[in-house]
């Protein structure tokens, strides 16, 4: 409870008389030395007053009289509690948090002209009100039903469907299965993924640095957790090209250099090599003071 300056006299602490300030702001509680003795520096031992835990404390700061937030929320809870008057039935409770306005008995009150039905989507009976319409015991079972499953004509994987779009008439899972059943790669697609995956030990060799032919890009992708390392966002697991422009996929997974080979000091190395999408990897090219994040 905040005090006034008229109130606070002396020190909480100590007992000293206290002059206070005139004007604006809270009024002091403790004198020059009580507050240095709060806020000291150093290692102290703490014990919590709720749990009796007790813990190192290193440098400045306020003083912790609980261990965790717990323990301060059940310390403070005898403090919250109130004697309250049900808003329904008018019985008096005691509200663990003084704001309750029914009491335990009202709280699971259900009118008697409800009834229970059967949900549309698992089978599982729920109750429903007197005016309310609803058909499905949760929004995952409402979300359920308004989705159709189909089988990939190409991958034969399964793939989900939304009724509620007319226009959603796909065959195919992704845009990859679709441009193999079609037998259209992209010629641009193509050409980019085999530079980016074949050229390399040519690269090292005519830059004078080794050539780890271990190194695929599937093992640096599963490294990296299928992660850009220069924007962070997740790539493709599968190289996918785009329907309308036919080129590659801005967020397919590619294998960058950290320090790039034409430097001349690191080469096709697992140190040097990152998992990076396709845009990220375009814009960076030769150079290295781009930020780089790997992951550890």
Same mark, same amino acid.
């Given at each position: 409870?905040?005090?006034?300056?008229?109130?606070?006299?002396?020190?909480?602490?100590?007992?000293?008389? !206290?002059?206070?300030?005139?004007? =604006?702001?809270?009024? =002091?509680?403790?004198?020059?030395?009580?507050?240095?003795?709060?806020?000291?520096?150093?290692?102290?031992?703490?014990?919590?007053?709720?749990?009796?835990?007790?813990?190192?404390?290193?440098?400045?700061?306020?003083?912790?009289?609980?261990?965790?937030?717990?323990?301060?929320?059940?310390?403070?809870?005898?403090?919250?509690? =109130?004697?309250?008057?049900?808003?329904?039935?008018?019985?008096?409770?005691?509200?663990?948090?003084?704001?309750?306005?029914?009491?335990?008995?009202?709280?699971?009150?259900?009118?008697?002209?409800?009834?229970?039905?059967?949900?549309?989507?698992?089978?599982?009976?729920?109750?429903?009100?007197?005016?309310?319409?609803?058909?499905?015991?949760?929004?995952?079972?409402?979300?359920?039903?308004?989705?159709?499953?189909?089988?990939?004509?190409?991958?034969?994987?399964?793939?989900?469907?939304?009724?509620?779009?007319?226009?959603? =008439?796909?065959?195919?899972?992704?845009?990859?299965?679709?441009?193999?059943?079609?037998?259209?790669?992209?010629?641009?697609?193509?050409?980019?993924?085999?530079?980016?995956?074949?050229?390399?030990?040519?690269?090292?060799?005519?830059?004078?640095?080794?050539?780890?032919?271990?190194?695929?890009?599937?093992?640096?992708?599963?490294?990296?957790?299928?992660?850009?390392?220069?924007?962070?966002?997740?790539?493709?697991?599968?190289?996918?090209?785009?329907?309308?422009?036919?080129?590659?996929?801005? !967020?397919?997974?590619?294998?960058?250099?950290?320090?790039?080979?034409?430097?001349?000091?690191?080469?096709?190395?697992?140190?040097?090599?990152?998992?990076?999408?396709?845009?990220?990897?375009?814009?960076?090219?030769?150079?290295?003071?781009?930020?780089?994040?790997?992951?550890?």
């Amino acid at each position: 409870m905040c005090r006034t300056k008229s109130e606070v006299v002396a020190c909480q602490m100590c007992g000293t008389s !206290l002059c206070q300030k005139s004007g =604006k702001g809270r009024a =002091k509680l403790y004198c020059s030395g009580c507050r240095r003795a709060r806020y000291q520096v150093g290692e102290s031992q703490m014990q919590c007053r709720t749990c009796g835990k007790t813990w190192m404390r290193r440098g400045p700061g306020r003083v912790a009289k609980y261990c965790s937030s717990p323990c301060r929320h059940l310390a403070q809870q005898p403090k919250r509690r =109130k004697e309250v008057d049900c808003v329904r039935c008018g019985k008096t409770w005691t509200s663990s948090s003084g704001q309750g306005k029914l009491c335990p008995d009202c709280q699971h009150w259900r009118p008697s002209s409800g009834s229970h039905v059967e949900c549309k989507q698992c089978g599982k009976r729920f109750y429903r009100s007197p005016s309310c319409t609803q058909q499905h015991c949760s929004r995952l079972c409402l979300h359920a039903s308004l989705r159709t499953w189909h089988t990939c004509l190409h991958c034969g994987k399964e793939f989900s469907r939304r009724k509620y779009r007319s226009n959603d =008439k796909r065959q195919y899972c992704r845009m990859q299965c679709y441009w193999d059943a079609h037998g259209m790669d992209g010629s641009v697609a193509a050409r980019l993924k085999g530079r980016w995956a074949g050229n390399t030990r040519k690269r090292c060799r005519k830059a004078g640095v080794p050539y780890d032919p271990s190194i695929t890009i599937t093992k640096v992708a599963e490294r990296d957790a299928y992660q850009c390392q220069i924007c962070l966002r997740q790539c493709n697991r599968s190289w996918l090209v785009r329907k309308s422009t036919r080129k590659p996929h801005p !967020l397919n997974r590619t294998i960058d250099h950290i320090v790039p080979i034409v430097a001349g000091v690191h080469g096709h190395e697992w140190h040097n090599v990152q998992c990076a999408c396709v845009s990220c990897n375009l814009k960076k090219g030769r150079k290295r003071h781009m930020a780089q994040l790997r992951l550890l």
